[in-house]
């Protein structure tokens, strides 16, 4: 394959990075910060999107910031397609996102604003370190930088509620990550001596026995608990304690999708499917995805608080993805690839209603929303429009990824978890529809009255348009994220 | 504890034990250590190569020079480091228990005073003796220097440190105590500002008026004499301290 | 000038001590220059050095300009320096250590010794002396002089403290000379068989005289092993430790939490390597049914568990780090004992990053308690807020501790697991990572204090003791406090992504040693 | 009885710095008067120079001082200098630096345990401890 060396993915990378002195630094005007924000952004998508063309052609971008971080390892960029498709997500969220937290910490007048964008532009250095990381140890070390950038994004509010939830997350994250990805990746390195590029067949492909195997692949999927994998997942409902922003950028696109994502690169370029096949060992991962996907599912239905009902969903949806990397075929990596998308755009959508609905009238509760679709009618029909793509519905794009992730179970002849898959999504429309049927067809309780339309502040509102119309123009116009996808399938799997 | 003391002294008794078992017959001519190269080199040739006949004192100051240099350095840490524990700089004495505070009487006594007016400048010449005839016969630095260092404190028993103190006042004693160093290790940096290696004194030759073999015994002189003046400042100063609990006053 | 310098490492702070005794005394001013000055000719001295080795490789250098005798190596018949990458990396270390708590000290030691001022510059420096002499030496008793000079001194600087201070000084002098003791034993009983005195001398009579299965040099292995634990308070000879460093002045603790155990570790690693040598190491048995280093290995496995546990159940500060040393004295020693490259060079590469790690955590308490008057954890409540760029530099070193990127923990722990998973010893594998874990938890929960403002329900205790004079709080960090922390936090970050070079300089030195693989 | 002669008494001088150094360590760690620590340090350390001294012996051997040996008069520097007639002058030197080490360390061990009877009234262990013990700090 065709590699071009150029540092553009390190200056994606940094350009949020560098994006924290002029925040800090303008701290004082709330106008300039802001605009700082966007501009990195901006660059930020700029030049990801500048890369996408060259990728599409079937070329690796690689760069080498430091040639050995420790013996035979650098410290590596390269991207290809699902380090593009990844990186493209988060940055385009990136500039949404921004465009909403502008409307939601002003109007929920809170305090240390300076602090969130610094550690949010932080936390998407570390994102795209991640998508484009080259090797197993570029990956854990930008990892790491996001577990704890995102801390102080997680506890904001600085409070009791914070406190508890903050310890959680660190916990999990940290727990996992030194307790079993360390012990795994340095196993990989005795294994290999020295060698932990990602590489189309897994660099680890012929050198451990299944037993070995599937216990290094375990301590992987663990130990990347940002993908929320069961029985590791309670920090991600108790990380809603955050402002809603971050809820919607981090914890339904970027930190959990970094974790699904080196799930997916563990099982494909440290192990390399057909290896995995060989091992027989990756169902063991399936049947733990698809007991997540189903428990979680199941948990959403009880839950009133709405974040933490969105929370569990994602969950579940987390593990969709590794479900279907863990099929081993073609079209079951086609799916996850397109999920990691398909799913980011729909849920971000929810996350941000959720908090339109939190800023505009203070609810946080399911069952206090009743009629609340006619007071905030855009706000209840992206949210519709996101349900539906969650449920995998057409027109909405949700319903792609969900068809090739049954086209992979179908492949690999695993019935029983496709047959997970459909009931999971039985169980979405139980837990997101009456959500809907109760915004729009029940009367609103008598002091909820009010006239008239009144919408969250239209900061707020556009940027949950937008990822609403995301969902439907995925659907319309999905061929260029199914050639992305196509793309990593080809390289990841045989035929 | 003390059960846990017992078990830990034997066992470490019983396995020092255990060695001996291995070691060379007592008083062996011809055991490791005895009839190794280095002790034979030092006693064949310590005459042509320091003209030193007191063997110790030429392995001592000149080929294990490096160590007594530091030896020195160990007394002087320990005089300094017991001045800054137990001097009382002016604060008074706080903290004492009231048993402890100071009833001495008020005039010495006077066959004591005598006899030590007889003794020390005796005392004294001899310190100087066995400190120069260090390299012919027992002696050295450290030996004159504690009898230097003792003949003050006999002052001070006979006749209260402050006394004393009138002959070595505190600030006599901090730089005597780093005089001896600086002659000892300024004799070595000599030899460094000469072009050669520390406290290589063959070279010292070359300002000495004699030849590089003869330098090395002249030089032995000149850093025993360096030991001598810390050592005696040092152990009157660490007596002076001791006795009277920081106070330099009084006295036992 | 070049050749010389190694000499000038050691005496440039002897001479700075004598300098103090001739002016510091009367003119009370000048001891912290000339405390600044003699250490940066001393630093300056160690970076000569270094470059040296890493142009010309190992070298000797020749006190009393006595040569070797005989055929060959020959013997030494005076006193050598011997200087590798490792002791060159060492003594740098203790160089820039020593210099960057000499500029921390500035305010410390007027505000908390303020009459003894000069006694406390020249213990300081002889006490720099002392450990820079031990790690350049290659005389077996040279080095038992020069560690009784770093343990007189240290013994005094401890001493000076509180009330407690003097107390847990004289614990230390009594296990300190216990230690110190064995060591001289051990000497002593390698001397009666060996005949001479100079590290690669004895090691080579060992090789040639066959004198591996003797009792004798078994025994005296043993001793120095026993001494050398003593004094870095390996667990369970820890016992001195904790109350020494945490009554001790904030800059006493400063320099020795770094230093003095990590010279310690040194010191184990060149005798094991240079005196007895690696095969005689890990294979002796001393007639028992197991090998020295799974012995040593599963030793350092409960210290490191322990020292994490002790650790996590203390509320003052300052003891809370001593505990992290007694487990991080566990990571060391079974580093070097994992019989292979990469977990020696994680034990040394370690040494250099615990250095740093403990001076910037040390410094940055010894900044809060300046700043709040209280030594207890809960005492940094809303700290955060209060001194955002001192809690900064702390976190740097907190996260370093625990062991996460960028910093040079992760990459110490990187060589030790990695050396760990290669000798097979799971168990120290596990320890290294429940000992992250529980620092993790450690640091995580002081972050919180200082992160998550909260109404105190106890005030800070009143000072009960009458000696400690009420050292005034600060009102603003002064910039010789919060330099020297920033230049540590930097480091550690610096370290971490130099690993690599790093490493490379230890393995210049190790390349020649064969490892072996431990046996059974 | 052979064990005697043979282990024993050959060797006795080891033997009696081993028990020398034994009773100066059990007192060092299990004595509960710091002053009776001390006194064991200094047992432990003498015990330790014996042990040097008894390395340098040499049978028949006189004291390494050459003129001493040699008349004056008879000494040339063309002679040369049997080693066996002087004992081994290594372990001298060498006890002579521990020696001067064991003083600094008596001497500041002293000067710490007086600064503990200032403090705390007492030299005894176990009553240093009880009145750490009422002290609410730590």
Known sequence: MEIIVSPVPFYACLASLLAVIPIVAFGRWPNIRETCTFLAGAAKLALVLAMVPVVLKGKLIEFTLVNEIVKGVPLQFRVDGLGILFGLVASSLWILTTLYSTGYMRGANEHSQTRFYAFFAVSLCATLGVAFAANLLTLYLFYEMLSLATYPLVTHHQDKEARSGGRTYLTYLLSTSIGFVLPAMLYCYSKTGGSMDFSTGGFLAGRVGPTEGLVVLLLFVFGFAKSGIMPFHSWLPNAMVAPTPVSALLHAVAVVKVGVFCTIRVITGVFGTDFLQTLDIAAVVSWIAGFTVLVSSLIALTQDNLKRRLAFSTIGQLSYIILGVSFLTANGVIGSSMHIAMHAVGKITLFFCAGAIYIATGKKYVSQLSGIGRRMPFTMAAFTLGSLSIIGLPPLCGAWSKWFLFLGGMDAKQYVLVGILIVSSLLNIAYLIPIVIKAFFEQPSEEDKVDGIAEAPLACVIPLCCTALGCVALFAFPGFLHSLARLIATTTTTP | MKGLALFAVVLTGALLLYATGDFPAWGSVHSPANGGELSSHYIENVRTETKV???????????????????????????????????????????????????LPEEPDLIITQTCNLVIPVLQIF????????????????????????????????????????????????????????????????????????????????????????ARSHAILIVETGVAVTVAAIMFSIYANLATRGTLKGGL | MGEQAPIAIVLAPLFGALLIAFVGIRFKALCLPVTLGALTVSLAATIETFRTVLSEGEFIYLISGWERLGEGKGISIGIEYRVDAISALVLLVIAAVSLLVAVYSRTRVVAETPDRIPYYYMLYLLLVAGLAGMTITNDAFNLFVLLEISSLTSYALIAVGSRRAVLSAFNYVIMGTIGASFYLLGVGYLYI??????????????????LAESPSIQVAFVLILMAVWIKMAFFPLHAWLPNAYSYSPTTTGALMAPLVTKVMIYIMIRMMVTVFGLDYAFRATLGMPFNWSNLVVSLSSIAIVAGSVMALSRRDLKKMLSYIIIAEVGYMVGGAWLANERGMTGAVYHIVNDAFMTLCLFLAVGVFIARTGDPRIAGMNGLFKKMPITMAAFTIGALSMIGLPPTCGFFSKWYLVGGGIEAGQWHFVGALLFSSLVNAVIFFRIFEIAYFPKELSDPAPECTDPDAAPVATLQRTPLSMSLPLWISAIALIGLGIFNHTITQWIGSALGSLKFFPPAG | MEFVEQFIVPKFNYWIYVVLMMIGMHAMIAKNNFFKKLIGMAIFQTAIILFYVSIGVKEGANIPILDHHMMPGEVHANDPVIAAKFTNPLPHVLMLTAIVVSVATLGLALAISQKIYREYGTLEEDDILSQIKLEPND
């Open chain 2, 127 to 214: 310190a100087l003796y066995v400190l120069a005839h260090g390299h012919y016969s027992p002696g050295g630095g450290f030996q004159g220097g504690v009898m230097l260092g003792a003949s003050y404190i006999l002052i001070a028993l006979a006749n209260g440190v402050e006394v004393a103190m009138k002959a070595m006042s505190e600030r006599k004693i901090m730089l005597l105590a780093a005089t001896g160093i600086l002659i000892y290790s300024g004799t070595g940096l000599i030899c460094l500002l000469l072009g050669e290696n520390f406290l290589d004194y063959h070279v010292l030759s070359r300002i000495l008026p004699t030849d590089p073999i003869m």
């Open chain 2, 53 to 103: 006949p007191n063997i110790v004192t030429a392995v001592l100051a000149d080929y294990r020079s490096y160590d007594t240099m530091f030896e020195t350095v160990v007394v002087f840490v320990a005089g300094i480091a017991i001045i800054a524990l137990l001097r009382d700089f002016g604060n008074g004495s706080r903290g004492y228990p009231p048993a402890l505070a100071n009833n």
């Open chain 3, 193 to 210: 068989k060996t005949g001479v005195l100079n590290m690669e001398d004895i090691h080579a009579v060992i090789v040639a005289n066959d």
